[in-house]
């Protein structure tokens, strides 16, 4: 009996998550666009706030309109004229006190990440870390360049720029510079590396991907 009720938790406890998580992030923005509606309801007629009140009854509303949003913004600042009015405002905020540390940093994190020219995360490679003789997967995301590179020791060679997350939360790490020669690349793609490390590697990749391709450098990444 408790195999099967385990057997039939394994199959259902995906599906409720899932929905769950899902449910919580469209009441979410459907709470968040409520929210709007009744701000704006005092400053129009009558015949407008009952309309707003029906749409407010919508479920799934929230989700749609910041879809719509997303495109249009999308849209506008990929031409000419969104492109300079984009400029002007990444200034003012960047030139705003407290606020601008905040901007420009979440900014240049976000542009890194979602860029479709960015270089992020382009392989997992393992490495020894936190000592050595303990192993772990990090994810190449560039190389050191200017005053950083240029204080960084010659005698081990090129180094990498490296995130190692954490798990199960990968959106928290730590970042590391480490010589070339000490990356083991891996034919695992990101996305396989990812699914390892947030299920704390219960979710196994394929066969031979924490080796590198037969025939190639075991100590050549990138």
């Known amino acids: 009996m408790r195999k099967y009720l385990f057997a039939g938790l394994l199959v259902w406890l995906p599906l409720a998550i899932t929905v769950g998580v899902l449910m919580w992030a469209i009441n979410l923005l459907d709470g968040i666009f409520h929210g709007m509606l009744v701000g704006v309801q005092h400053v129009l007629p009558t015949s407008a706030e009952n309309f707003l009140a029906l749409l ?17 913004t999308g849209m506008f600042v990929t031409n000419m004229v969104g492109a ?23 900014k240049q994190v976000s542009d890194t990440l979602f860029s479709t020219n960015g270089n992020a995360f382009r392989e997992a490679v393992m ?33 990498l720029s490296l995130y190692v ?19 083991r690349p891996l034919s695992m793609s990101v996305d396989e590396a990812l699914k390892y490390i947030i299920s704390m590697g219960v979710v196994a990749p394929p066969a031979g991907a924490l080796a590198p391709p037969e025939g190639a450098d075991p100590n050549r990444v990138g």
């Open 56 to 72: 407010g009854s919508v479920p799934g509303l929230g989700v749609v309109l910041l879809a719509l949003l997303l495109l249009v």
């Open 127 to 159: 490495v020894q870390y936190p000592r050595e003789g303990s192993w772990t997967i990090a994810f190449v995301t560039g190389k050191p360049s200017g005053e950083v590179a240029a204080g960084l020791p010659g005698e081990h060679g090129e180094h």
């Open 84 to 106: 300079w009015w984009l400029k002007q405002w990444n200034y003012l905020l960047g030139h705003i006190p407290i606020v601008k540390s905040i901007y420009v940093s979440v």
């Open 165 to 183: 997350p954490t798990t199960p939360n990968p959106t928290s790490g730590f970042f590391l510079m480490m010589p070339r020669e000490a990356c």
